[in-house]
């Protein structure tokens, strides 16, 4: 059995952490609100996170709860290092778009 921090713990990694990556890289800083970036983070992870399970599966690799998690977890870190690295470059002045 899960005990209840762990539940709470793969429910912060599997249905928020992706989504929230997601929108930091997706949505510039001011443009959502709080509330809205809850929602949207959310959303996005519910819709991504079973998708990149999926291809994985097709990859050969057995779905279980370790690899979903393994598929969570990349999915944010490879999403936050997109994003620091981003806005590392626009508050260089090396990147001229909006976000």
Request: proline share 2%; hydrophobic share 60%.
């Amino acid at each position: 059995m899960m005990s209840h921090v762990g539940f709470l713990a793969a429910f912060i990694v599997v249905l928020l952490a992706p989504g929230y990556a997601l929108s930091r890289a997706l949505f510039v800083r001011g443009s959502v609100t709080t509330i809205e970036r809850l929602g949207l983070s959310f959303a996005l992870s519910v819709a991504v996170v079973p998708l990149l399970a999926f291809y994985v599966d097709m990859l050969g690799i057995k779905a279980s709860r370790w690899s979903v998690l393994a598929v969570a977890v990349a999915l944010s870190l490879v999403t936050t290092l997109f994003t620091w690295h981003r806005r590392g470059q626009r508050s260089l002045g090396t990147w001229d778009a909006e976000g």
